[in-house]
C-alpha cells in the first residue's frame, strides 16, 4: 500500500500524528490510502483510491478492515477520496458498501459528481 505522510500539511497550531495501524493492509490500484490522526480531535483522516478496473470485492474488504481498525482504536474515521463507484446509480456493489457503512453505524452523502463520507461526525 501506498502510504503519504500528511504530517506537514496541518493548519499551524494542529498536532498530527502519522499512524502505523493501517500499513500492509491496501495494495497498489486495489486500495491505495493515505491517512493521518488530528491529535487533539480523536478524528482519523483517510483519503482512499480505487482504479476503476480493480476487483471490487478486494476494495470492500480492506474497507471494512480500515473501519474494524478505527473502531478497536476508539477513533472517529472521515473518509474521502475517489473510490470509483457510481454512487448516484443503483448497482450490487452501492447496495453492499452501503450496507457495510449501515452495519458500523456510518454513512455517505452523494452529490452529483461529487461524493461525501461523513463518519461519525
Known amino acids: 500500500m ?3 505522510d500528511l504530517t506537514y500539511i496541518s493548519k499551524k497550531g494542529i498536532r498530527t500524528k502519522k499512524l502505523n495501524w493501517f500499513k500492509g493492509i491496501g495494495a497498489e490500484k486495489e486500495f491505495e490510502m493515505s491517512v493521518i490522526e488530528l ?25 471494512e478492515l480500515t473501519i474494524q481498525i478505527e473502531q478497536a482504536k476508539r477513533k472517529k474515521l472521515l473518509m474521502c477520496g475517489d473510490w470509483n463507484l457510481k454512487f448516484m446509480s443503483y448497482n450490487i456493489s452501492i ?9 458500523y453505524n456510518k ?3 452523494s ?11
Not at 452529490?111 to 461526525?121: C, G, N, Q, R, S
Request: with cysteine.
Open 2 to 4: 501506498t502510504m503519504v
Open 39 to 63: 491529535g487533539d480531535f480523536g478524528y482519523i483522516i483517510a483519503c482512499i483510491y480505487r482504479s476503476p478496473d480493480s476487483k471490487f470485492w478486494t476494495f470492500f474488504k480492506t474497507l
Open 95 to 103: 447496495q453492499e458498501i452501503q450496507n457495510l457503512l449501515e452495519n
Open 107 to 109: 454513512y455517505s452523502k
Open 111 to 121: 452529490y452529483a459528481y461529487w461524493t461525501v463520507h461523513h463518519l461519525d461526525i
